[in-house]
């Protein structure tokens, strides 16, 4: 268990739609970070977020949002879905605002379909 | 920023070594390069960084030449849990802002 937690685990809905996707980083770190895994893909970043503000920027679509908020907890929107838009996404959570010298540690990640 | 690459796919056999290159031509000096593991349908769990030379941990070691253009991540005697996706993440912390480029994965399969 890494201490990053994520809801729901599963989400199913339909082209068009939005969710919310919710993640709990480690205790004690400030940094949240976003990533996309479509099947049999590797991972690719999508946006980070350190102690409320965004800190690094991937490829992140301009319909996919993030927000960090005061309890450091974050949320990733993601609006007028397209079926290529179903993934399992993964949120992380490191101590510190630069990864150099500092690690990641994954939370279990939420599978979207997208129907 | 550096572009990473590792080979797609690797076999062994239970009770050797792997060694996994990752291939990092355009390293900076602040770049840390920091491996993964991931099991289906799961998060990539840390396994080991380093920034020059040899790291060496309980789980595996990472060896990195003197030009840093590479790195090698070595697993001592794999087991058949071993079998999974790696992958090499070069991180770059210049400036308080993080650059993060994970390859692509190598998958391994490891065969009784």
């Known amino acids: 268990d890494s201490g990053v937690t994520q809801t729901p685990k599963h989400l199913i809905t339909a082209t068009g739609q939005r969710v919310t996707l919710r993640c709990s980083p480690r205790?004690?770190?400030?940094?949240v970070y976003w990533y996309q895994q479509s099947l049999d893909q590797g991972l690719q970043f999508l946006i980070q977020?350190?102690?409320?503000?965004?800190?690094a920027k991937g490829n992140i679509l301009e319909r996919f949002s993030a927000q960090q908020f005061p309890d450091l907890h974050s949320e990733l929107n993601l609006s007028s879905l397209e079926l290529g838009d179903s993934a399992l996404y993964f949120c992380?959570?490191?101590?510190?605002?630069?990864?150099?010298?500092?690690?990641?540690?994954f939370g279990p990640g939420t599978r979207l379909t997208v129907l | 920023l550096a572009k990473t690459t590792q080979p797609i796919s690797m076999d062994s056999y239970e009770g050797q070594e792997v060694n996994i290159t990752c291939s990092h031509n355009?390293?900076?000096?602040?770049?840390?390069i920091t491996w993964y593991q991931q099991f289906p349908s799961q998060g990539p769990r840390f396994i080991i960084q380093?920034?020059?030379t040899k790291v060496t941990n309980e789980v595996a070691s990472l060896f990195i030449p003197a030009d840093r253009k590479s790195s090698t991540l070595s697993l001592p005697r794999v087991s058949l849990s071993d079998t999974a996706v790696y992958y090499c993440?070069?991180?770059?912390?210049?400036?308080?802002?993080?650059?993060?480029?994970f390859g692509a994965g190598t998958r391994l399969a490891v065969h009784p």
């Open positions: 205790s004690g770190d400030l940094s």
């Open positions: 977020y350190y102690n409320g503000e965004e800190r």
């Open positions: 993440l070069v991180a770059r912390g210049a400036g308080g802002y993080n650059k993060l480029i």
């Open positions: 380093g920034y020059k």
């Open positions: 992380a959570s490191s101590a510190s605002a630069v990864l150099s010298g500092d690690t990641q540690y």
């Open positions: 355009n390293i900076a000096t602040n770049d840390y």
